[in-house]
Every structure is written in structure tokens, then in C-alpha cells.
């Protein structure tokens, strides 16, 4: 078992440009989550997929969109980047998502210049 | 005030040491989670617990649901134990996680 997978590992963008950061768990996990961390800071959750097919916004959605298209697979997309972006972002799986432990991807780290 | 803070913000220790972190919440909760960012960033879950105690190798979970506070203890510290340690609290019927800003734990040889 992978676990929870996150593509790309590290990315530069340059301002304006968009991506999307690709997230895979391989546990039959019902919920999914994105989270940023930036230097020092703790974890801020942008998104949320409860259950295949739904999405929620989280505390910090402003500048993301989210997709979640099967129960294996949640992208978040920067439409068009901008350096307050720069952040490592995590992905991460829990089985019912109520409270449960939640386990995370590897992240990825995004410079935005 | 936020609803999950951790104390200390910064703890260096000596190996050997025995260690205490402590987390305080003031909501109801269905679970408090202990979890461990390394340097290099990988963030791992130690501990759920609801109440009393649980205890993996050198590292113990108590939280006093009264008192609404938790308390991860390391016991012979190690270099290796250095890391980010975070306190969050699930609720019932709410998909999101409340998080601890996180405690930097840097243990010296």
C-alpha cells in the first residue's frame, strides 16, 4: 500500500500560472483534504471532500478549486498563481472523516515567483 | 482565543529528558489527535484517544476530558524525537480537524 500519494513533489511557478497538484490514496478512504503550511505556521485546510462527489470550502479557499473525481483521487488547482501561493501543501485521507485520524501525503512544496 | 493551543511554543531539551507537551481545547470534541511533523516535513499521526491513556514505546497520550487538556509525554528522549508535535481535535459530526499551532521539540545530544 502507498498510502497517500501527492504529484509533483516540488514546483516553481511564475505568477498567473496555473496547475494542478494531483492527490491518490490507495485505502478505500471516504474522505479527502488539502491543507497548506507555510514557514512556521500551522496547518490551514483550503478543501474538503467529505464523500465521493461533494466538496466543501475549508478556511483558506480563496484562489483554489478542488475536483474530486473518483473515491481514490482529489486535485486542487491554482487557476492563476500568485506568490502568496507559496506554501507546501499536504494532502490528506481519513476512512468517514467524522473526527477520525487523518493520514497525510508526502506534500508538495510550490514557489510562486 | 483559539479553540486548540499548545504549550510550550518551543522546547529544547536534553537527551535523556522526560518531556511534556500539553494541548488545551475549548470545545466539545470526539476525539484528540497527537501527530509528529519531522524535519523534512512528513506529518504522521501518533495518537487518537477519547479518553484516559495510551502509550506507544517511549511516547505517552493521557487527556482529561474534564479538564478539556492533553498531554503527550516522551520519556528518554532522543535526538531523533526532535520534530514538530501537533495537538488537533475532531468533532462529532464535523469533517473538520481544529489544529494546535504545533510544538517545536529539538532535543540536544
Known amino acids: 500500500n502507498a498510502g497517500v500519494t501527492q504529484t509533483p513533489k516540488f514546483q516553481v511557478l511564475k505568477t498567473g500560472q496555473s496547475m494542478t497538484l494531483q492527490c491518490a490514496q490507495d485505502?478505500?478512504?471516504?474522505?479527502m483534504y488539502w491543507y497548506r503550511q507555510d514557514p512556521g505556521m500551522g496547518l490551514r485546510l483550503i478543501y474538503y471532500s467529505a464523500s465521493e462527489g461533494t466538496t466543501d470550502k475549508g478556511e483558506v479557499p480563496n484562489g483554489y478549486n478542488v475536483s474530486r473525481l473518483n473515491k481514490r483521487e482529489f486535485s486542487l488547482r491554482l487557476e492563476s498563481a500568485a506568490p502568496s501561493q507559496t506554501s507546501v501543501y499536504f494532502c490528506?485521507?481519513?476512512?468517514?472523516?467524522?473526527?477520525?485520524?487523518?493520514?497525510f501525503g508526502p506534500g508538495t512544496r510550490l514557489l510562486v515567483l | 482565543k483559539n479553540e486548540v493551543e499548545q504549550s510550550p511554543q518551543n522546547l529544547t531539551a536534553q537527551e535523556g529528558e522526560f518531556i511534556t507537551i500539553n494541548c488545551s481545547y475549548s470545545v466539545g470534541i470526539s476525539a484528540l489527535h497527537w501527530l509528529q511533523q519531522h524535519p523534512g516535513g512528513g506529518i504522521v499521526s501518533l495518537f487518537m484517544l477519547s479518553s484516559g491513556k495510551k502509550k506507544h514505546g517511549r511516547l505517552i497520550a493521557t487527556i482529561n476530558i474534564q479538564e478539556k487538556h492533553s498531554s503527550l509525554h516522551i520519556t528518554a528522549s532522543h535526538p531523533r524525537d526532535s520534530a514538530v508535535y501537533i495537538c488537533?481535535?475532531?468533532?462529532?459530526?464535523?469533517?473538520?480537524?481544529?489544529w494546535g499551532a504545533g510544538t517545536k521539540l529539538i532535543i540536544k545530544p
Open positions: 488537533a481535535v475532531g468533532r462529532w459530526s464535523n469533517y473538520q480537524l481544529i
Open positions: 485505502m478505500n478512504h471516504n474522505s
Open positions: 490528506a485521507s481519513s476512512l468517514t472523516g467524522l473526527g477520525e485520524t487523518q493520514y
